[in-house]
């Protein structure tokens, strides 16, 4: 009831948030911390939207990799501290865990919480340059194992170990997840487990303002969105749903539309509102796929599901799986319900003759 916006004045993320506290006495942690979490991403708005003409361009510093192996982009170095500090102060936080971080981050006692957040500051950042959307996914959760570390009969790697920990629950224990998408427009697209609702960034007041409320997913859609370049890399049963849609031999009788942007946050959105479906499978060079169990896979699938869609493996749901690390990789098909119903009825079958 309080997504209902008037005519002249559309609901505010921060007046829906400051309802959601007034109807909700336990939330008012969660309000401050998704408060923490626009304000980082009105920030990383600001800077994606200058980097052309503020050199925040290109790489953080020549030949250094992160994590992964790969070169960090100034933005992406940029934005995982915008994102951790606003965290961090919100006082609400036991554990951060990002992408750009090796390892997850015990928020210190004076700053210490009760919730978890597992981010990608900028996901996609290696479009930017050709001024393509990226975007910063998060989820949120409880934590469920003290890490703090007044507990003094606790051992520091016990401290760290609780702190790992933390951070590698199954997505189904998710209390909370969102994007925001840095594109044409800025929106924060966001579920606090009663529906997905999208928040678009007025630059004339500075805030995120409702615009569509319990967004639902087409039950099919007509868009298919994989990077193709993969085919004779994938599973027998991902090269035969993909070509029956090319086809047109699909359920539908109808040829798909191929879309891919290469970034995850816009390919997402693109499929929440316009229904089909994205995947990025395990192929023969990533084995598990490409994309983050924790801060990309989870989170999204969450969101997805919130809108009455669906996010597997091909062969698990997304939100059953424990993640056994923090940077661990996952194949990834999520989309309208019908469209992952075809897809795992062809897969299926395929993993069948083998
Ligand atoms: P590929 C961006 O680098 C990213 O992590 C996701 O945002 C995107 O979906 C995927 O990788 C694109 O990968 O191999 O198709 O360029």
């Not at 003094?152 to 997505?171: F, K, R, V, W």
Request: aromatic residues 8%; glycine residues 8%; hydrophobic residues 35%.
């Amino acid at each position: 009831e309080y997504l209902q916006t008037s005519q002249d004045t559309p609901t505010s993320l921060t007046r829906y948030l400051l309802e959601v506290a007034k109807q909700n006495k336990d939330m008012g942690d969660m309000v401050a911390l998704i408060n923490g979490i626009q304000f980082a991403c009105k920030k990383i708005a600001s800077l994606v939207g200058k980097a052309g003409v503020t050199d925040l361009m290109g790489i953080y510093q020549q030949g250094i990799v992160n994590v992964h192996g790969e070169e960090q982009k100034k933005l992406d170095v940029l934005s995982n501290e915008v994102l951790k500090n606003a965290l961090k102060y919100s006082g609400k936080m036991a554990v951060i865990a990002s992408e750009e971080e090796d390892v997850p981050i015990m928020v210190e006692e004076s700053y210490s919480g009760n919730y978890v957040v597992v981010f990608d500051p900028l996901d996609g950042s290696s479009n930017l340059d050709a001024g393509l959307p990226t975007g910063t996914i998060f989820g949120v959760f409880q934590q469920q194992f003290s890490c703090l570390i007044h507990d003094y009969e606790e051992s520091i790697d016990n401290m760290e170990l609780a702190c790992l920990q933390n951070t590698l629950q199954p997505g189904r224990r998710l209390i909370a997840a969102g994007y925001c998408i840095y594109s044409s427009s800025t929106m924060l697209v966001l579920s606090l487990g009663n529906g997905l609702h999208c928040f678009t960034l007025d630059t004339e007041v500075g805030e995120f303002v409702l615009t569509r409320a319990n967004i639902q997913i087409p039950q099919r859609g007509n868009i298919y969105s994989f990077n193709e370049s993969n085919f004779y890399q994938w599973d027998k049963g991902v090269q035969d749903y993909i070509e029956r849609l090319k086809k047109g031999n699909n359920q539908t009788n109808c040829r798909y539309s191929a879309r891919y942007v290469g970034s995850m946050v816009a390919d997402v959105h693109r499929t929440i509102l316009y229904g089909g479906i994205f995947g990025y499978p395990a192929d023969k060079k990533n084995v598990s796929g490409k994309l983050r169990l924790v801060y990309e896979c989870a989170p999204m699938a969450y969101l997805v599901e919130q809108a009455g869609g669906k996010a597997t493996t091909g062969i698990e749901n997304i939100l059953d799986l424990t993640p056994k690390d923090i940077h661990e990789r996952k194949p990834l098909i999520l989309g309208s319900p019908a469209d992952i119903e075809e897809f795992l009825q062809v897969y299926g079958m395929s993993r069948v003759d083998r």
